[in-house]
């Protein structure tokens, strides 16, 4: 069975950090791209970052490049995102998901497992 689990989640000043962690099981790591994900009440799910877990090559929104950084470790099956200089309009729920294959995506259609989330808030 597959399983994502996001944690590192929070509440943090505008121009903070903070590092979302993506623990993944049941798949083989290295054979699937982690995106992340985010969805701010009222508004639709937008893909922040994903990187494909064989060579490592990476994605981002234009509205985080710069600021937010995807990391993998393929030995503890863990994707990470980094994210720097934090803005107000950061704040949503974060989700972590998986999708087969080595090309890194932000078409959330193509992912077919999500974790449950993780709550990132930035106050001004």
């Known amino acids: 069975e597959v399983q994502l689990v996001e944690s590192g989640g929070g509440l943090v000043q505008a121009g903070g950090s903070l590092r979302l962690s993506c623990g993944a099981s049941?798949?083989?790591?290295?054979?699937?791209?982690i995106g992340w994900f985010r969805q701010a009440p009222g508004k639709e799910r937008e893909g922040v970052s994903c990187?494909?877990?064989?060579?490592?090559?990476?994605v981002y929104a234009d509205s985080v490049k710069g600021r937010f950084t995807i990391s993998s470790d393929n030995a503890r099956n863990t994707v990470y995102l980094q994210m720097n200089n934090l803005k107000p309009e950061d704040t949503a729920v974060y989700y972590c998901?998986?999708?087969?294959?080595?090309?890194?995506?932000?078409?959330?259609?193509?992912?077919?497992?999500w974790g449950q989330g993780t709550q990132v808030t930035v106050s001004s």
């Open positions: 049941g798949f083989t790591f290295e054979h699937y791209s």
């Open positions: 990187i494909e877990n064989t060579g490592g090559r990476t």
């Open positions: 998901a998986a999708s087969p294959g080595t090309t890194p995506t932000l078409y959330s259609i193509l992912f077919g497992s």
